[in-house]
């Protein structure tokens, strides 16, 4: 977008719009679900040498893109991308609009007798919490048969599905596991965005640590860099609710969320130290904190043990 290190991301000019290009077919069910492959850094023509893949990407709608092509160039279901956009349908975007693309994605399932929340959460290796959320469901209510339930982060393969650990509710507090990302250590690079914030959650999820304050407080921006994502909306995002991206010329992103509101906008310039955005408690959320994720680097918060307030960044 507005720096070298993260380029505005554009249409193949390919006569072909979807060229193989070696990573292989798509997975596609009768439940319309997609396994992802994880979203490239670049156009189609990129996506077999990306090595970034843990990155956040941001795509402009050209002339003649069809939602399709657009998630079969990201590799992630069409599902993932109406989700992340707040749009109504698959044709709910024009051109010049920008798309976010999250290097997640999911599927929809239609109720059947004996369906539960549990057991769509271990058929699909998802979180029966978060369907739950995504959906406005009753964690004790019965599903409806007939209807169309969206699983977030929901996985389908031709092969029986590996058990994950899945999320643990702790004293009110959601503990995830460790779902990938990180990257090499840049020593004095990265500041605490929040000085003195309570440690109350050790790595997790895309390379994210947990900093618990009081709603309100300041966040601020953990390295010079550009703001490609502000999104203060309160929308799904993968959980995020309210939250920016700021993209580093060392190459990675980080990315700050669960604001009650931001503080910047897409395509500003930010300093170390600036305020991006305040605490808040939007997106998946169980009290006010930052989810303080690194992509493409080690999180320089990694080592800050939990329960601590003195946490230094690496």
């Given at each position: 977008?507005?720096?070298?290190?993260?380029?505005?991301?554009?249409?193949?000019?390919?006569?072909?719009?979807?060229?193989?290009?070696?990573?292989?077919?798509?997975?596609?069910?009768?439940?319309?679900?997609?396994?992802?492959?994880?979203?490239?850094?670049?156009?189609?023509?990129?996506?077999?040498?990306?090595?970034?893949?843990?990155?956040?990407?941001i795509y402009v709608v050209r002339r003649g893109d069809t939602l399709s092509e657009i998630a079969d160039m990201f590799g992630v279901s069409a599902n993932t991308i109406i989700w992340a956009n707040n749009m109504s349908s698959a044709k709910d975007f024009h051109v010049g609009d920008t798309l976010i693309i999250l290097p997640v994605s999911g599927t929809e399932h239609t109720v059947v007798k004996g369906d539960t929340l549990?057991?769509?959460?271990?058929?699909?290796?998802?979180?029966?919490?978060?369907?739950?959320?995504?959906?406005?469901?009753?964690?004790?209510?019965?599903?409806?048969?007939?209807?169309?339930?969206?699983?977030?982060?929901?996985?389908?393969?031709?092969?029986?599905?590996?058990?994950?650990?899945?999320?643990?509710?702790?004293?009110?507090?959601?503990?995830?596991?460790?779902?990938?990302?990180?990257?090499?250590?840049?020593?004095?690079?990265?500041?605490?965005?929040?000085?003195?914030?309570?440690?109350?959650?050790?790595?997790?999820?895309?390379?994210?640590?947990?900093?618990?304050?009081?709603?309100?407080?300041?966040?601020?921006?953990?390295?010079?860099?550009?703001?490609?994502?502000?999104?203060?909306?309160?929308?799904?995002?993968?959980?995020?609710?309210?939250?920016?991206?700021?993209?580093?010329?060392?190459?990675?992103?980080?990315?700050?969320?669960?604001?009650?509101?931001?503080?910047?906008?897409?395509?500003?310039?930010?300093?170390?130290?600036?305020?991006?955005?305040?605490?808040?408690?939007?997106?998946?959320?169980?009290?006010?904190?930052?989810?303080?994720?690194?992509?493409?680097?080690?999180?320089?918060?990694?080592?800050?043990?939990?329960?601590?307030?003195?946490?230094?960044?690496?």
């Amino acid at each position: 977008m507005p720096s070298s290190a993260t380029p505005l991301l554009a249409a193949a000019t390919n006569i072909d719009p979807n060229p193989n290009k070696g990573i292989g077919d798509t997975l596609t069910t009768s439940d319309n679900a997609v396994l992802a492959h994880t979203g490239p850094a670049g156009t189609i023509a990129d996506v077999a040498s990306s090595t970034q893949s843990d990155h956040i990407s941001i795509y402009v709608v050209r002339r003649g893109d069809t939602l399709s092509e657009i998630a079969d160039m990201f590799g992630v279901s069409a599902n993932t991308i109406i989700w992340a956009n707040n749009m109504s349908s698959a044709k709910d975007f024009h051109v010049g609009d920008t798309l976010i693309i999250l290097p997640v994605s999911g599927t929809e399932h239609t109720v059947v007798k004996g369906d539960t929340l549990k057991s769509l959460a271990k058929r699909y290796n998802a979180d029966a919490g978060e369907i739950a959320q995504f959906n406005g469901l009753d964690t004790a209510g019965a599903l409806a048969v007939g209807t169309s339930i969206i699983i977030p982060g929901g996985e389908v393969t031709p092969k029986a599905p590996v058990s994950k650990p899945s999320s643990k509710k702790r004293s009110g507090k959601i503990y995830e596991p460790y779902l990938g990302g990180g990257g090499a250590s840049f020593p004095g690079y990265y500041v605490d965005p929040i000085p003195g914030a309570l440690v109350t959650q050790g790595t997790h999820g895309w390379n994210a640590v947990d900093l618990a304050a009081p709603r309100g407080t300041p966040i601020h921006a953990a390295a010079d860099g550009v703001v490609i994502i502000s999104r203060g909306t309160g929308a799904w995002d993968g959980g995020y609710g309210n939250y920016v991206v700021i993209t580093h010329d060392n190459g990675s992103q980080t990315l700050y969320s669960h604001m009650t509101r931001t503080a910047v906008s897409s395509g500003q310039s930010v300093s170390s130290g600036d305020v991006i955005g305040y605490v808040g408690s939007t997106g998946l959320s169980t009290g006010a904190h930052l989810h303080f994720e690194v992509r493409g680097a080690a999180n320089p918060l990694r080592a800050c043990v939990v329960g601590s307030t003195n946490c230094t960044a690496q």
